[in-house]
């Protein structure tokens, strides 16, 4: 009985158009249902729409590991989310080969055909590789197959939904450059944004942005400043307590100061978040991937450089409620941020968010243990960090931590 009330109010949610309350209910009817293969597959789908890729993976592969006898059906449908999640996370390969299994099952599967065609399309690849005779390295081409000679491509450093990310020589400028290459299958909409917000990011010129040298629009390419020192999530990952204290005041300098001059050029990132911002060493953070940039015209509202969104670990909690992205969701972006980088873990976890869509957004920052806890690990920082998780947008006025004076 219990069981089936939590299915209803699955049931209901879903009609009510609220995919998180849904999944709430499957995962409480999964706590006593464990073998409900079909809810299970459910919940990951209802999680997939709702941005939560981790989690959805997590319940998929609950269903690959040990596939239910006798369910075909059943095992096709999780092996098509996943290739979908791979996709959508640029594990090309991956995905290409779910959707190969899918269609040497089934020779007539239209949607597998579909994607196989977009991941291994038959027309000229955007890279050439050096021929066996000379070894000479890959170039850039463009779709057509013209030769852009200017770049010879070292190798790839990253891989989205939408774009390849390639370390690259500039050869008549001898210059190393990260090489941004958006994928042949994406034309029209994506690649106007794509180019739209790389021309406004050609025009800005600051340490915390990362510099864009040129836009090669029959290439598809975008050639950027390389950055050698990684990412800031990957540093995350070697301080899994949080980084040092002065190395996190130094990061809220370097980063908040990056966001004023953004700001004041009227310019929205629009999704913060540990991978999107690179380290020309530690503390001196620079912000990039700019896919979900929004500019801001105060006369005739705003327009939307990139596609819409922003990650649900860093979203403010106004945005929850239907709030566009603005100078104050950019804030508390960073605050959450900056949280994570003193504690060594995210201000919110998966499981919040399924409990209540902006209730957990900054309880935890805001209880007055974590608050102690907080200004006793970075007492410069500290109160920077928790005037940017003010629950009130216009509240969001940090003052970024003084620079420790040298001792002479």
């Known amino acids: 009985m219990i069981g089936r009330s939590f ?5 209901r949610a879903e009609r009510a158009g609220d995919p998180i309350a849904a999944a709430l209910a499957l995962r409480r009817h999964l706590e006593q249902s464990a073998d409900d293969h079909p809810a299970r597959l459910r919940l990951a789908r209802l999680l997939m729409a709702a941005g939560e890729r981790a989690a959805a993976r997590e319940a998929l592969c609950r269903l690959e590991v040990a596939p239910p006898a006798g369910m075909l059906g059943l095992w096709r449908d999780v092996e098509r989310a996943l290739a979908t999640l791979d996709e959508a996370e640029g594990a090309v390969e991956t995905a290409a080969g779910r959707w190969e299994r899918l269609l040497a099952d089934d020779i007539d599967d239209a949607q597998a055909r579909a994607h196989l065609g977009r991941l291994r399309p038959a027309s000229p690849s955007p890279l050439r590789p050096g021929d066996a005779s000379g070894g000479a390295p890959a170039t850039l081409v463009s779709p057509a197959g013209v030769e ?15 774009a390849t990310v390639y370390l690259a020589r500039d050869e ?13 299958q994406l034309a029209g909409g994506p690649l106007g944004r794509f180019l739209s917000g790389a021309r406004l990011l050609a025009g800005l010129r600051h340490p915390g942005v990362v510099a864009v040298y040129d836009v090669d629009e029959p290439a598809r390419a975008l050639a950027m400043e390389w950055i050698a020192g990684g990412t800031l999530r990957a540093r995350l990952a070697e301080h899994p ?13 370097a980063l908040l100061g990056a966001l004023a001059f953004l700001h004041g050029r009227g310019i929205v990132h629009g999704d913060l978040k540990p991978s999107n911002l690179l380290l020309r060493a530690p503390g001196e953070v620079v912000l990039a991937d700019f896919g979900g940039a929004v500019r801001l015209d105060r006369a005739a509202g705003s327009g939307r450089l990139g596609e819409a969104g922003g990650t649900p670990l860093y979203l403010a909690p106004e945005q929850f409620q239907g709030a566009a992205a603005s100078e104050g969701t950019d804030l508390y972006a960073a605050g959450a941020i900056l949280w994570e980088t003193a504690t060594g873990r995210p201000l919110r976890r998966h499981e919040d968010l399924l409990r209540g869509r902006s209730a957990a957004a900054s309880a935890e920052a805001r209880s007055a243990a974590a608050d102690a806890r907080l200004r ?3 007492p410069a920082a ?11 947008p216009s509240a969001r006025r940090p003052s970024i931590p003084a620079q420790p004076r040298s001792r002479d």
Not at 148 to 162: C, K
Not at 382 to 392: F, R, V
């Open 7 to 11: 299915l209803s109010e699955a049931d």
């Open 148 to 162: 852009a000679l200017r770049f010879r491509l070292v190798r790839e450093i990253g891989r989205g939904a939408t």
């Open 172 to 184: 008549p400028l001898d210059l190393l450059v990260a090489l941004k290459i958006l994928h042949p």
């Open 241 to 253: 307590d949080g980084l040092p204290a002065d190395e996190v005041a130094a990061t809220a300098r």
């Open 376 to 378: 006793a690990r970075v």
């Open 382 to 392: 500290a109160e920077t960090i928790l005037a940017l998780l003010d629950p009130s």
